[in-house]
């Protein structure tokens, strides 16, 4: 790694990313953590695009589990917990005095905020889907 990815590594909270075609988007933490967050989404993508899911069909051929119901109730409040720690860990990362204080406890407090960042990716999909599914059993009736 170079000095200057290091340096930024250690000094920065964010970054900006130019991603091409006009697209400019911000990344919570340095260089490295860039990196890690541009992997897994582009495997992601690789996945999304290899797998198409079958979601729409199958949201018209059934109704709600019992068990899916209770977690379709659920997820608001589960999307809820998730934003919240994702606020607190960047207002945590946002401040200067964090850095001074407990060094040692930046790349944690990343790797936290990226897991919720992707706990709250998966809830959300997870409650489109169970709401699309939902939806189309009560268009029946």
């Not at 079958?54 to 059934?62: D, E, I, Q, T």
Request: charged share 30%; net charge negative.
């Amino acid at each position: 790694m170079s000095h200057d990815r290091e340096f930024l590594d250690n000094v920065v909270t964010s970054i900006f990313v130019f991603e091409g075609e006009g697209q400019i988007t911000e990344y919570v933490g340095g260089y490295a953590d860039w990196l890690r967050q541009k992997s897994s989404r582009l495997s992601a993508e690789k996945k999304a695009q290899a797998a198409p899911k079958p979601v729409a069909k199958a949201a018209k051929s059934r109704k709600l589990t019992n068990k899916e119901r209770a977690e379709l109730e659920g997820l608001p409040a589960l999307i809820e917990t998730l934003e919240a720690e994702q606020a607190e860990l960047t207002a945590k990362l946002a401040d200067p005095a964090f850095y001074q204080k407990d060094p040692g406890a930046v790349a944690g407090v990343k790797a936290r905020l990226l897991e919720s960042e992707q706990a709250h990716a998966a809830a959300f999909d997870r409650w489109a889907e169970l709401d699309a599914l939902r939806a189309a059993s009560e268009t029946k009736r």
